[in-house]
């Protein structure tokens, strides 16, 4: 039976305040490379991983809402973390996957991953870049597109606003919306990111929220009619900001809420009157509820990125170990576009 030593990323406790990377270990375990005879599991070598914002409340002492949902399953000390992402076949005891396949879903932030195939697909690349599936064709990906399509129904000519919008959700958001012949502002946390928004990702404007003293203002001047879809990334006083310029039936998607992950103190609670006399319907949503939109959704996305409607933003580091300072940037706006880790060569 080969062995091999097989990496992975850990926290050493619960992290309930501002992370840092001596929050994480690099741990080392042996591993098995053949599966047990009988046994339906899938070894799997892990190619390109995603970062993703979420983990952190995986990490802390459960919340209240952490136990209200069974989505974002707490994390615990020394335990391997899962994490979406492609990987390629070593052996399997499960009659659908071979030897060799490359798949996508669930494996985690190691070098090696076991899976029982629940939330695992085997993927035909077409033609792609393998990390393509992971972001823009991957969950990222859905979620802009189902949040975008499903919870904002969008109508050509609208006025869309996106916050995090050099991030990758809301870059895709910003694309989408273009490519429907929306009005569109992102915002971001940088001059450079700003530039990109209008210059590569033809958004019609985008400002730099740390600049800003005043939000409420600045989306007065970015949308002198209004805005109809605002797809929040970030929660806190931009949600309440948005709130006071959104237009009389305006459709707000509650995707994330970044700026509260570190910092529950900054929640604010919009302007509930303007909601209810401007009828904004404010819906949250997960991605893995619009499973159903996947195909529909690859095809599309696939074709507007060969015709170019939509410019792939990636943001890659290599290696094991650069999984916490990866995830840690998420937080300090270091990434541009998807943030994945490439772990091995294919
Ligand atoms: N509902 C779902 O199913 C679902 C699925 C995936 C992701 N999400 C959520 O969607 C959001 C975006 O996720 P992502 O994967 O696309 O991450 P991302 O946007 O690629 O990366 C996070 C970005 O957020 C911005 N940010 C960090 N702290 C901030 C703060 N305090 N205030 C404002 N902006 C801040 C940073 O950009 P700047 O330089 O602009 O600050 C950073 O680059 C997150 O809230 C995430 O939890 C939800």
Redesign the pocket.
């Known amino acids: 039976m080969e062995e091999v030593t097989n990496k992975y990323i850990a926290i050493k406790a619960k992290v309930d305040g501002i992370p840092k990377e001596s929050d994480f270990e690099v741990k080392t375990e042996q591993f098995s490379l053949s599966v047990k005879p009988g046994s339906n599991d899938i070894i799997i070598k892990n190619l390109y991983v995603s970062i993703?914002?979420?983990q952190i409340n995986r990490m802390k002492t459960a919340s209240a809402s952490q136990k209200t949902s069974n989505y974002a399953v707490a994390i615990a000390p020394g335990e391997v973390i899962d994490a979406y992402g492609v990987g390629k076949v070593v052996a399997s005891g499960n009659p659908q996957f071979e030897k060799g396949d490359y798949v996508v879903g669930m494996i985690s932030w190691g070098e090696y991953s076991i899976s029982q195939g629940l939330i695992l697909s085997k993927l035909d690349p077409m033609g792609l870049p393998l990390s393509y599936h992971v972001g823009v064709l991957g969950?990222?990906g859905l979620?802009a597109y189902a949040?975008f399509f499903e919870v904002c129904k969008p109508k050509k000519g609208e006025k869309v606003f996106v916050?995090?919008?050099?991030?990758?959700?809301?870059n895709l958001v910003g694309q989408y919306a273009k490519s429907l012949g929306c009005y569109v502002v992102g915002?971001?946390?940088?001059t450079k990111?700003v530039e990109l928004l209008k210059e590569t990702l033809g958004f019609d404007e985008a400002f730099n929220?740390?600049e800003e003293t005043d939000l409420h203002s600045t989306l007065e001047r970015y949308f002198p009619e209004g805005i109809d879809i605002y797809f929040d990334?970030?929660g806190?006083e931009?949600l309440d900001a948005a709130v006071s310029n959104m237009n009389l039936y305006g459709r707000i998607a509650v995707?994330?809420?970044?700026?509260e992950?570190?910092d529950a103190g900054k929640r604010a609670a919009p302007d509930m009157l303007s909601v209810i006399y401007k009828r904004i319907n404010i819906r949250?949503?997960?991605?893995?509820d619009y499973m159903n939109l996947f195909p529909e959704f690859v095809s599309t996305t696939v074709d507007h990125i060969q015709t170019g409607k939509i410019h792939v933003l990636e943001d890659v580091s290599s290696g094991i170990e650069s999984i916490p300072s990866a995830f840690l940037g998420?937080?300090?706006?270091?990434?541009?576009?998807?943030?994945i880790v490439k772990l091995s060569d294919e």
Request: with cysteine; glycine share 18%; net charge positive.
């Open positions: 993703d914002p979420y969950f990222s979620t949040g916050s995090a919008a050099s991030g990758s959700v809301g915002c971001a946390g940088s990111k929220y740390k990334n970030v806190a931009m995707c994330g809420v970044i700026s992950y570190l949250g949503f997960l991605a893995g998420l937080f300090s706006g270091s990434n541009v576009g998807k943030k």
